[in-house]
């Protein structure tokens, strides 16, 4: 193993989350920048931060090795964090079961993390998630609903938002016609405007 990517009890978790994103891009699931494979190859440097893309969205993953309450929250703290900061709209708290990070290869991390169970929660711009247990497989259910959540919110709140603009402008443009003095109070009980 090479030691910078050895804390002493194995595998650091950077590395863990790395591998994670890996194999969720040979699933298919995010795509990695391409810096973050050519460093971890060529220098052994981690990112400071996991991010992939799915689907043209940025996620942040966030991963710590344990499931206790303390790890798990401050998971979501952090993924919180992230998507408050504009990092990505979407980010997975990953807790991974205390063991996945002993190997003695890069083969056998990948191998560990194909087998094990994990705790997992999606953070996006509208709220948590909750946490729920799974494989790999169930990671990579869990962030494309996600997506699908993160994007039907965006489609909402886009119609909401040129509905809001629509009404608006229609209102202010009858009440500035000559002749029609009182429309937009009497659009407001038609259209039951509440009280400001």
């Known amino acids: 193993m090479a030691d910078s990517l050895t804390d002493g009890s194995g595998f650091r978790e950077e590395v863990v989350n790395v591998k994670l994103a890996e ?3 040979q699933r298919d699931v995010v795509s990695l920048p391409e810096q973050v494979i050519s460093d971890l190859v060529e220098n052994n440097r981690m990112p400071d931060i996991m991010t ?6 940025r996620v942040v993953i966030e ?7 303390s790890v798990r929250r401050s998971l979501v703290e952090d993924c919180e964090e992230r998507v408050a900061e504009g990092i990505a709209p979407m980010a997975v708290a990953v807790a991974y079961p205390e063991e996945i990070n002993q190997s003695t290869s890069l083969q056998g991390l990948e191998d560990n993390i194909r087998e094990a169970e994990f705790d997992m929660n999606v953070v996006t711009e509208s709220g948590t998630g909750g946490w ?4 790999i497989g169930d990671i990579a259910d869990y962030l494309r609903s996600g997506y699908g959540d993160l994007v039907e919110e965006n489609v909402v709140k886009k119609a909401v938002d040129t509905i809001d603009e629509s009404i608006d402008g229609f209102v202010h443009h009858l009440s500035s016609t000559e002749g029609l003095s009182g429309t937009e109070e009497r659009l407001k009980e038609v259209v ?3 009280n400001e």
């Open 23 to 25: 194999l969720l891009e």
């Open 52 to 57: 992939a893309n799915l689907l043209g969205v």
């Open 192 to 194: 039951i405007v509440p």
């Open 63 to 69: 991963g710590r090795i344990g499931k206790s309450p």
């Open 132 to 135: 729920i247990s799974g494989d």
